[in-house]
């Protein structure tokens, strides 16, 4: 099977947040399970932005560099961790592990999800990560430009 990042992802939240990841390529990795994460979505949907309570969609077009780069910055940051970056299967468990997995319900979210596993045992609690400016291939746009 060959692996390949979607064309685009979009991560959605407030203005500030997702600003500060557009301009500084900050992100929260958020423990889920066993790993710290980052969470996307492969389409950009008018839906998400109620369910991630969110003002803005953060839309990275050129997921290669991105990817690469956010991974770089944890093995830089946690180096004892391994990262691995995929789609969330629904409905079933993933060959990826539990936090790939997902219910059928979930599965408007079309998510594709980055996550870090340490090699020894470890108290998880949210990491920021800066892979610097992303302003050359992501773009903000807001909820209501985009219902517009």
């Keep these: 099977m060959s692996y390949q990042r979607p ?41 998400l932005f109620d369910a991630f309570n969110g003002d803005s969609c953060l839309i990275i077009h050129n997921t290669e560099e991105f990817g690469e780069r956010l991974h770089r910055a944890v093995q830089k940051a946690l180096p004892s961790w391994m990262g691995i970056d995929g789609a969330v299967q629904y409905g079933s468990r993933s060959a990826l592990g539990a936090a790939f997995s997902k219910t059928p319900q979930e599965r408007s979210e079309k998510e594709w999800l980055f996550a870090w596993r340490s090699a020894q045992a470890a108290s998880l609690h949210p990491v920021i990560i800066t892979i ?14 985009h219902l517009n």
């Design 7 to 47: 064309p685009t992802l979009h991560r959605y939240g407030s203005h500030a947040i997702l600003d500060a990841a557009l301009r500084e390529g900050q992100f929260r990795l958020r423990p889920s399970g066993a790993c710290l994460t980052l969470s996307f979505s492969t389409q950009l949907q008018p839906a």
């Design 132 to 145: 610097g400016s992303i302003e050359s291939f992501a773009e903000l746009k807001s909820k209501d430009a």
